[in-house]
């Protein structure tokens, strides 16, 4: 199963399954009047879970009949009397996310820098808690993976890596050895085409930026020189 999120606008993401809307997430919903941090809901409306943070970057999640479900924070999600271990391991431009139940890695949240998607990977035999890593994955934002960034008006150039006793938990090859490798390869495509045309758009951006303070400099200085040669 591959699922992919996106955020749609400022306070609304779509959660893809398998290519087909699924579900939705958003801080706000019509049907409820709770101080929640977030909802998750069906596209038809129907709500799943809404969670609440009674501390910084920890997170429960109740659902329609407020009853408590679990639990989530950067290291862990506990459902259902169940703990999955969550490790994060940085990659230049992508941030990954491994997720383990016990000592078998189930999932993968793959995380382009400021690419206004994510994508999560389940294998088949887990992919009832589809909903729940799809949960942790949107909280991911608010466990600062990645910095958010205005792309209307900055172009994010920057890498990351994470060099830590966790990084064993990283296989590089675990998503092809586990999904359809093209499926896999498309995604990283369409991954390193955003990448390309941010960089054309940031140097762009920074040639008119230049151009525009050298021509400003040079109207000063003909200025300059226009009031020496009227004294």
């Known amino acids: 199963m591959i699922i992919e999120i996106e955020r749609i606008e400022d306070n609304k993401i779509i959660i893809r399954v398998d290519g087909k809307e699924k579900y939705l997430a958003s801080k706000s919903w019509n049907n409820l009047r709770l101080d929640s941090e977030n909802y998750l809901i069906t596209t038809d409306d129907k709500l799943l879970y809404y969670t609440e943070s009674p501390k910084l970057h920890h997170y429960v999640f109740l659902d329609d009949k407020h009853n408590l479900k679990g639990s989530i924070d950067k290291k862990t999600i506990e459902f259902e009397d169940h703990k999955y271990t969550c490790y994060e391991k940085a990659t230049g431009i992508i941030d990954n996310v491994c997720i383990y139940d016990k000592d078998k890695q189930i999932a ?13 990977f389940i294998l088949p035999e887990c992919e009832s808690i589809e909903v729940i890593i799809s949960l942790y994955s949107i909280l991911c934002d608010s466990f600062s993976l990645w910095d958010t960034v205005d792309e209307r008006i900055s172009y994010p150039v920057g890498f990351k890596y994470t060099y ?58 003909l200025i300059i020189v226009m009031v020496f040669i009227l004294k």
């Open 108 to 120: 993968q949240v793959v995380i382009p820098q400021n690419y206004g998607k994510f994508y999560i």
């Open 164 to 221: 830590s006793k966790d990084d064993k938990y990283y296989n590089k090859d675990w998503l092809i050895n586990n999904f359809d490798k093209n499926k896999v390869d498309n995604i990283y495509k369409e991954i390193n085409i955003y990448r390309q045309n941010t960089k054309t758009n940031y140097l762009n951006y920074s040639k008119k930026l230049l151009l525009v303070i050298g021509l400003s400099w040079l109207v000063i200085l």
